[in-house]
């Protein structure tokens, strides 16, 4: 139905900067809840951000140096992540959520990619 994939994670330094891509085969329409997660080895998968309709929400430890965003003619989803901390070091993932007409959510992940801060 909905495929994800990840890209655009890396090793940088501490302050530097990243911007991670999510591509999407299949439609991610406006209606839908697109986010970010990320993973550390050994933990939960923790939320990073959301765009639900333009309303964002971002993980207070990322507010002010993470942007999420979306190019819709792209079917593209975005994190542009700044000012980058060790403790940003994870795997992460996009995520979109798609309501049904019945009312249930169908829920989609990518596979995630590696982003790697250290000096």
């Known amino acids: 139905q909905l495929q994800l994939a990840e890209s655009g994670g890396g090793l940088v330094q501490p302050g530097g900067s990243l911007m991670l891509s999510c591509a999407a085969r299949?439609?991610?329409?406006?209606?839908?809840?697109v986010a970010w997660y990320r993973q550390r080895p050994g933990e939960q998968r923790d939320f990073v951000a959301s765009?639900?309709?333009?309303?964002?929400n971002y993980a207070d430890s990322v507010k002010g140096r993470f942007t999420i965003g979306r190019d819709s003619a792209k079917n593209m989803i975005y994190l542009q992540m700044n000012s980058l901390k060790p403790e940003d070091t994870a795997v992460y993932y996009c995520n979109v959520k798609k309501k049904r007409i019945g009312g249930s959510v169908a829920d989609y992940w990518g596979q995630g990619t590696q982003v790697t801060v250290s000096s």
């Open positions: 765009d639900s309709e333009g309303n964002k």
């Open positions: 299949g439609s991610v329409f406006s209606s839908n809840t």
